[in-house]
């Protein structure tokens, strides 16, 4: 699999975002910025903390998957980018590598300490009249910079919102995570038709990918049976069921720092019951069916919140035709009990974050769309346009909590199958598309067919 990316097309996107900066500072009114990596959280009274990750606003301009705590990068419009890199000298630790070869792009200034490298930056900036901050607040950097607006609302959301259209370098770096993700995905499906645990589909998936659990985009999703009915199931078994009825994974893969985000449903051979099993796998095929129509329905200028609406419709011809529900699809449509069968939203914005940024906003001035009451969930409401990408995920679960007031309403159920299909937890099937001028593109779906043909 080659995961190397062409530098010509690096530089194009370099020269973008470059681009992107400089004129959301110039609508803004200011003059420069400075871009602040971050830095690592301590756990509570302990010598220790969570997994640094380096702020994507940053991370978005250079093809690494992180730059280490610390470091800055200052953008001044007419002014080659300066990158302040901090690399102390340490036993410890392994230091981050340098970026290598963007000497065209951009300048790189190596520093040993954080106090120095505060320095040097309030020096770059000295003689600016108005200049954005944007990352966490960090109060030692901060005391030695001059008239900085930290994290400005106007160039967050004129920034947030362009980030909606992907680069070619990016689509391409989307490309090879979910290449990566696909391999993780046909090495935890084996696993589990042969046998193997949760946590043990886990490990099976990380040396597939070769990642550990830091360079994740997210927490794998590894749920079996029940679990499948949990949406962010949070734990791995490390015993094995009794039956091996269904596993639900939804897990991606990272490359340059960019994420995808891929599910899938297996249905098990070693079921509790041959005749739910058949039942389950006829579901499953109807939601592959199902997913497939929404990306192929992926358009420029469509709108998302319609899309959703579409997915409720579907789902209601599927459930109907399953005889889940003994009304017609219409009605089952009308009075809303799709809804707790599928409560999530259809999906979201997808890019160097896993839920990216803009996916309410209206424009870049940051007027909101925000979702209606009724579909409270959803975390895109603004209209698609080329080059976004994000995730098409419908699902069908059998959650009783949210299929207890149907009971109570007596509503159109037939509650025979549903206590059939209960064991299985439930159908998640989730691809990545990008939006192109005349219909869409399935990186999901692409990284299958290559690693069938490879």
């Keep these: 699999m ?3 990316t062409p530098l010509e097309i690096f530089s194009d996107h370099f020269s973008t975002i470059n681009q992107r900066w400089n004129l959301a500072l110039d609508q803004c009114g200011l003059d420069s910025a400075v871009i602040y990596a971050g830095e690592q959280a301590m756990y509570f009274h302990d010598d220790q903390g969570a997994p640094f990750k380096t702020n994507p606003n940053l991370l978005q301009w250079l093809p690494q998957d992180q730059i280490p705590e610390h470091s800055c990068l200052v953008v001044r419009p007419g002014e080659k980018p300066t990158l302040l890199f901090f690399r102390p000298i340490d036993f410890w630790h ?12 951009l300048d790189v200034e190596l520093f040993e300490d954080s106090a120095s490298l505060f320095v040097r930056c309030a020096e770059l900036l000295a003689g600016k009249p108005k200049y954005a901050f944007v990352g966490k607040a960090q109060e030692e950097l901060l005391t030695k910079l001059k008239n900085c607006a930290v994290n400005p609302v106007d160039l967050i959301h004129n920034l947030y919102f362009q980030r909606g259209s992907k680069t070619p370098y990016e689509l391409e770096t989307m490309q090879c995570a979910s290449n990566i993700g696909v391999l993780g995905h046909l090495a935890a499906a084996k696993a589990f038709h042969e046998g193997a645990t949760e946590f043990e589909i886990h490990l099976s998936y990380l040396k597939a990918t070769r990642h550990n659990e830091v360079g994740l985009p997210y927490s794998n999703i590894i749920a079996q049976n029940q679990h499948a009915s949990l949406l962010h199931y949070q734990h ?3 015993s094995a069921a009794k039956y091996l009825n269904s596993l639900l994974i939804d897990a991606g893969g990272t490359f340059n720092g960019y994420a995808s985000d891929i599910t899938r449903t297996h249905v098990g051979k070693n079921c509790y019951s ?10 499953v095929a109807s939601m592959d069916a199902h997913q497939l129509k929404l990306t192929r329905a992926v358009t420029k200028g469509s709108h998302y919140l319609n899309l959703h609406k579409l997915m409720h419709r579907q789902l209601a011809d599927l459930l109907v035709k399953h005889n889940l529900l003994t009304c017609s699809a219409e009605e089952a449509f009308d009075q809303g009990l799709t809804e707790p069968f599928c409560p999530h939203g259809l999906g979201h914005l997808l890019g160097i974050q896993v839920h990216d940024v803009g996916g309410h906003q209206k424009n870049p001035k940051g007027e909101q769309a925000p979702p209606p009451a009724s579909y409270s969930t959803l975390r895109l409401t603004r209209p698609l346009d080329i080059n976004m990408v994000l995730t098409i995920e419908p699902g069908l679960y059998f959650i009783p909590s949210l299929l207890e007031p149907l009971k109570k309403a007596k509503a159109a159920v037939n509650w025979q199958k549903i206590s059939a299909l209960m ?21 999901t779906r692409d990284a299958f067919a290559l690693a069938a043909n490879a």
Excluded: K, M, Y
């Excluded at 041959?274 to 579901?283: I, P, T, V, Y």
């Excluded at 064991?423 to 990186?443: A, K, M, Y």
């Design 2 to 4: 080659n995961l190397e």
């Design 274 to 283: 041959a005749e739910a099993r058949d039942e389950f796998a006829g579901l």
């Design 94 to 105: 392994a230091p981050t590598p340098v970026p290598e070869n963007h000497g065209q792009h």
């Design 236 to 238: 791995q078994d490390r």
């Design 423 to 443: 064991p299985f937890g439930g159908i998640r099937i989730e691809d990545n598309v990008c939006v192109t001028q005349t219909s869409s593109r399935n990186l």
